[in-house]
């Protein structure tokens, strides 16, 4: 294992692209060390490789399969204990100006301009002696059921994250994929209690998520939905499986799910338009997503396995790789129900999945 993180560090001394990934529930850490430090751009999505794209959809990059080294080992899961930092809160004008935020969205709903739309804000934290391995470490121990990952480029940076949202799975023609909403704190108690504005929200990605691929399939089933415990967060879940009528046009899948209303809203194309006039910020790789593209490694069948970038964040480092900050990113789903402060107290819930990884 030693072995397997100095050639990370070597990789990053030498800015040099890589990616490091565990996929849920698994005990294998997979490593791709691209061999030069070009920017490959996904064009017709029959590329092979770990692909990396951005919320608006006009940045999918990946590394390539061919141009890289790939390793695996087994990690040894065991119990960390969480550390006990403290970081600083955001201030009150960052709360109002989340909190006014949600209530135009709110607004905008009430007046019929689309029945959705997640809103999320960027949170920036000093790092001292940051430490990469160790991080994502923490985050693979912490986290096991999530995708969590660690993505480096030069011409982009690093991206680490531990997502509990799979975007599409496809294995031949047959897929699967998830409609995940509403979010509540673990509070410690086994039976989980959801209001009437979380089932409405995650029934609106559900149904969502089930007509866009009625386009490409005949056969879909759709699970009961369910609450899932990712990290300190309790969430909805429903699985969504089935055939495709054809595997031939990866790229029109993807398209039709992403970005889903779990991370943009109902319809899409009015609620991502008020997220871009409206928040602020730039997402760039958050809300986008990441994973295998037509993978062989897994199986004797070409695989793809893509997840939605959320409970993410893009570090800053200098040049002597110590010093650091984090831009953690936030989003909440607004329904017509939605209250501001409570809304705001769910962004910073989220924002603890990633301050739990610092040491």
Same mark, same amino acid.
């Given at each position: 294992?030693?072995?397997?993180?100095?050639?990370?560090?070597?990789?990053?001394?030498?800015?040099?692209?890589?990616?490091?990934?565990?996929?849920?529930?698994?005990?294998?850490?997979?490593?791709?060390?691209?061999?030069?430090?070009?920017?490959?751009?996904?064009?017709?999505?029959?590329?092979?490789?770990?692909?990396?794209?951005?919320?608006?959809?006009?940045? *999918?990059?990946?590394?390539?399969?061919?141009?890289?080294?790939?390793?695996?080992?087994?990690?040894?899961?065991?119990?960390?204990?969480?550390?006990?930092?403290?970081?600083?809160?955001?201030?009150?004008?960052?709360?109002?100006?989340?909190?006014?935020?949600?209530?135009?969205?709110?607004?905008?709903?009430?007046?019929?301009?689309?029945?959705?739309?997640?809103?999320?804000?960027?949170? !920036?934290? =000093?790092?001292?002696?940051?430490?990469?391995?160790?991080?994502?470490?923490?985050?693979?121990?912490?986290?096991?059921?999530?995708?969590?990952?660690?993505?480096?480029?030069?011409?982009?940076?690093?991206?680490?994250?531990?997502?509990?949202?799979?975007?599409?799975?496809?294995?031949?023609?047959?897929?699967?994929?998830?409609?995940?909403?509403?979010?509540?704190?673990?509070?410690?108690?086994?039976?989980?209690?959801?209001?009437?504005?979380?089932?409405?929200?995650?029934?609106?990605?559900? =149904?969502?998520?089930?007509?866009?691929?009625?386009?490409?399939?005949?056969?879909?089933?759709?699970?009961?939905?369910?609450?899932?415990?990712?990290?300190?967060?309790?969430?909805?879940?429903?699985?969504?499986?089935?055939?495709?009528?054809? !595997?031939?046009?990866?790229?029109?899948?993807?398209?039709?799910?992403?970005?889903?209303?779990?991370?943009?809203?109902?319809?899409?194309?009015?609620?991502?338009?008020?997220?871009?006039?409206?928040?602020?910020?730039?997402?760039?790789?958050?809300?986008?997503?990441?994973?295998?593209?037509?993978?062989?490694?897994?199986?004797?069948?070409?695989?793809?396995?893509?997840?939605?970038?959320?409970?993410? /964040?893009?570090?800053?480092?200098?040049?002597?790789?110590?010093?650091?900050?984090? *831009?953690?990113? /936030?989003?909440?789903?607004? !329904?017509?129900?939605?209250?501001?402060?409570?809304?705001?107290?769910?962004?910073?819930?989220?924002?603890?999945?990633?301050?739990?990884?610092?040491?």
């Amino acid at each position: 294992m030693d072995d397997f993180f100095e050639i990370v560090i070597q990789q990053q001394q030498h800015n040099l692209p890589f990616v490091l990934y565990c996929k849920p529930n698994s005990d294998a850490v997979i490593g791709m060390f691209q061999q030069n430090d070009t920017l490959y751009e996904v064009v017709d999505f029959t590329e092979r490789g770990f692909v990396f794209s951005s919320f608006d959809g006009n940045k *999918n990059y990946i590394i390539p399969e061919e141009n890289s080294e790939i390793k695996r080992f087994a990690f040894d899961k065991k119990e960390i204990s969480e550390n006990e930092k403290e970081f600083v809160s955001p201030n009150e004008i960052v709360k109002t100006n989340f909190e006014r935020l949600v209530a135009k969205g709110i607004e905008a709903i009430q007046e019929n301009e689309f029945q959705k739309v997640v809103l999320s804000r960027k949170e !920036t934290i =000093d790092l001292l002696d940051f430490d990469l391995v160790t991080t994502f470490e923490n985050l693979v121990q912490l986290y096991p059921a999530t995708f969590v990952y660690c993505f480096f480029h030069p011409k982009i940076g690093i991206w680490m994250g531990a997502t509990p949202e799979q975007l599409l799975k496809v294995e031949g023609n047959i897929f699967e994929t998830m409609a995940l909403a509403g979010t509540q704190k673990n509070t410690g108690y086994e039976e989980i209690v959801w209001q009437d504005k979380e089932k409405q929200e995650q029934q609106f990605v559900t =149904d969502y998520i089930v007509s866009e691929l009625n386009k490409v399939s005949n056969s879909i089933l759709v699970s009961e939905p369910y609450s899932i415990k990712a990290g300190s967060i309790w969430h909805i879940k429903t699985d969504i499986s089935g055939q495709l009528n054809s !595997t031939k046009n990866l790229k029109e899948v993807v398209g039709l799910l992403h970005p889903t209303p779990a991370v943009c809203g109902l319809p899409k194309l009015e609620s991502k338009q008020f997220i871009l006039d409206n928040e602020n910020y730039d997402r760039t790789f958050y809300t986008g997503y990441l994973g295998e593209l037509n993978s062989s490694s897994a199986s004797d069948k070409t695989s793809s396995d893509l997840f939605v970038n959320l409970r993410c /964040m893009e570090i800053e480092m200098d040049l002597n790789l110590k010093t650091a900050k984090a *831009n953690l990113f /936030m989003g909440c789903g607004i !329904t017509k129900d939605s209250i501001p402060e409570k809304e705001w107290e769910e962004s910073v819930n989220k924002s603890m999945t990633m301050k739990r990884g610092f040491n």
